[in-house]
């Protein structure tokens, strides 16, 4: 057993950090260069999910993905207090599992209802701010030679200026109104609310069976509750 939560997760909430959070970002579009990236990631270490995760107020949001199961590919976000990302953006340094089951700091949520073991993550920076995480995810324990890990970093620096790309396609504000406040706070709170919906789109369509939707329900638990 290796991992230690920090015990100070304030920075998750940083007005700061959070602000960096607009449109292109939240986009739930495939943006190419960001698949390239991913997938690149799954060639490098052999680990079948790679993911670009963006750690929000209440939501881990998947702005780029391989290999995500239906549910959450459906859903491309997960809850923030659930997630691993979390202690990557807390701590603004790589962290690397090598079987999750054998941590029991880590979250429990995902580790029992994807069944996920190795993970190895990197913060992502967008504007100075490390917004989430470049990480690889398997179903099985493992741990990446120095040399991979070395070129998994060197990913994730490019992901992390192409999400500076994006970001810049918003023009930054010096100073906003507090209704232009009050009016970003409800469009984030909306843009959180979307994978749920969503979710119950694709199960209305009959793509996700009721055991994904109710995966998927699980893995949004706290949405669920704040909309009940």
């Known amino acids: 057993m290796s991992f230690i939560p920090p015990e100070d997760l304030s920075l998750l909430d940083n007005a700061e950090r959070l602000s960096c959070f607009d449109a292109p970002l939240l986009d739930s579009t495939p943006d190419p260069q960001l698949q390239a990236l991913v997938s690149e990631a799954t060639a490098l270490t052999g680990f079948p999910i790679a993911l670009v995760s963006l750690v929000v107020r209440k939501i881990q949001f998947f702005r780029a993905h391989v290999g995500l199961p239906p549910d959450l590919e459906a859903m491309l976000a997960t809850d923030r207090c659930t997630s691993f990302c979390q202690f990557v953006v807390a701590r603004g340094e790589c962290m690397e599992i090598e079987d999750a089951t054998r941590e029991p700091g880590l979250p429990r949520d995902l580790v029992e209802r994807y069944g996920i073991r190795a993970y190895v993550g990197f913060p992502l920076k967008v504007l100075g701010r490390t917004v989430g995480s470049f990480c690889v995810i398997d179903a099985k324990p493992a741990r990446l030679k120095v040399e991979?890990?070395?070129?998994?970093?060197?990913?994730?620096?490019?992901?992390?200026?192409?999400?500076?790309?994006?970001?810049?396609?918003?023009?930054?504000?010096?100073?906003?109104?507090?209704?232009?406040?009050?009016?970003?706070?409800?469009?984030?709170?909306?843009?959180?609310?979307?994978?749920?919906?969503?979710?119950?789109?694709?199960?209305?369509?009959?793509?996700?069976?009721?055991?994904?939707?109710?995966?998927?329900?699980?893995?949004?638990?706290?949405?669920?509750?704040?909309?009940?």
């Open 148 to 228: 991979v890990l070395a070129k998994l970093g060197e990913l994730a620096l490019r992901t992390s200026a192409r999400l500076e790309e994006l970001a810049r396609q918003v023009p930054a504000s010096k100073s906003r109104s507090e209704a232009e406040d009050r009016a970003r706070e409800a469009w984030l709170a909306v843009a959180e609310a979307r994978p749920l919906l969503t979710l119950s789109e694709r199960f209305a369509e009959g793509t996700l069976s009721f055991e994904e939707f109710e995966r998927g329900l699980g893995a949004l638990a706290g949405l669920v509750a704040l909309s009940a």
